[in-house]
């Protein structure tokens, strides 16, 4: 059975961050392939404006192009409605019965998974792969909250043994809105895709 590594998210935009989780998981753990599977429409983000879906699968597909082992996945895009990992996940198996897959997140995730729909579902239906963080404020130790869903939801949890690179899209975003350059935090054609598209705001007028 291939091992396949989920790489789900807005994307909005995709960044460094996201493929160094999609690499480190894939060689420490030897995957198959990491599939970069962006969201239709994420419930959890109904209070501000999420990009155009058609704008971030092709983003995703410029920033994984020339990534061995990555592929890009429309499985979640491509339904209808609000889009939930607990339902995307028990759909996945059911499409690919001969695949394992396994869930990559950073840790943040870790500290937020249990607001997730039916999180009970998401940890018991696949193992997952966090990247290796540690929180100084307003966290438990992540070796504890590992134990600790482990033991509430039968988690299967392995670490991923990178440092998370100290990014987010909603720093990319503003920053584009700013004017600040992205260059160190995008790949390059995630970039040029970016000003030729005008999204966040990016001046083009230069």
């Given at each position: 059975?291939?091992?396949?590594?989920?790489?789900?998210?807005?994307?909005?935009?995709?960044?460094?961050?996201?493929?160094?989780?999609?690499?480190?998981?894939?060689?420490?753990?030897?995957?198959?392939?990491?599939?970069?599977?962006?969201?239709?429409?994420?419930?959890?983000?109904?209070?501000?404006?999420?990009?155009?879906?058609?704008?971030?699968?092709?983003?995703?597909?410029?920033?994984?192009?020339?990534?061995?082992?990555?592929?890009?996945?429309?499985?979640?895009?491509?339904?209808?409605?609000?889009?939930?990992?607990?339902?995307?996940?028990?759909?996945?198996?059911?499409?690919?019965?001969?695949?394992?897959?396994?869930?990559?997140?950073?840790?943040?995730?870790?500290?937020?998974?249990?607001?997730?729909?039916?999180?009970?579902?998401?940890?018991?239906?696949?193992?997952?792969?966090?990247?290796?963080?540690?929180?100084?404020?307003?966290?438990?130790?992540?070796?504890?909250?590992i134990t600790?869903?482990?033991?509430?939801?039968?988690?299967?949890?392995?670490?991923?043994?990178?440092?998370?690179?100290?990014?987010?899209?909603?720093?990319?975003?503003q920053a584009?809105?700013?004017?600040?350059?992205?260059r160190n935090?995008?790949?390059?054609?995630?970039?040029?895709?970016?000003?030729?598209?005008?999204?966040?705001?990016?001046?083009?007028?230069?």
């Open positions: 059975m291939a091992k396949i590594g989920i790489m789900g998210g807005t994307f909005d935009p995709v960044h460094d961050g996201h493929l160094l989780l999609g690499r480190q998981a894939y060689t420490e753990y030897c995957l198959d392939s990491v599939w970069f599977m962006p969201s239709g429409q994420p419930p959890h983000k109904r209070d501000h404006h999420v990009t155009d879906g058609n704008h971030r699968c092709a983003m995703v597909k410029l920033a994984i192009k020339d990534e061995p082992g990555f592929e890009f996945s429309d499985f979640e895009f491509r339904r209808n409605g609000n889009t939930y990992t607990a339902q995307t996940m028990a759909l996945l198996k059911e499409a690919f019965p001969q695949h394992n897959f396994f869930y990559i997140i950073g840790a943040d995730s870790l500290y937020e998974i249990e607001s997730w729909y039916h999180p009970e579902q998401v940890m018991s239906s696949v193992p997952f792969l966090v990247a290796e963080r540690e929180y100084e404020k307003n966290h438990r130790p992540l070796k504890d909250q600790r869903l482990s033991n509430l939801y039968g988690a299967r949890i392995s670490l991923l043994h990178c440092k998370e690179m100290d990014i987010s899209s909603a720093q990319i975003r584009v809105k700013k004017g600040t350059s992205i935090l995008v790949p390059h054609a995630v970039g040029e895709y970016i000003a030729a598209h005008s999204l966040y705001g990016a001046d083009t007028s230069e």
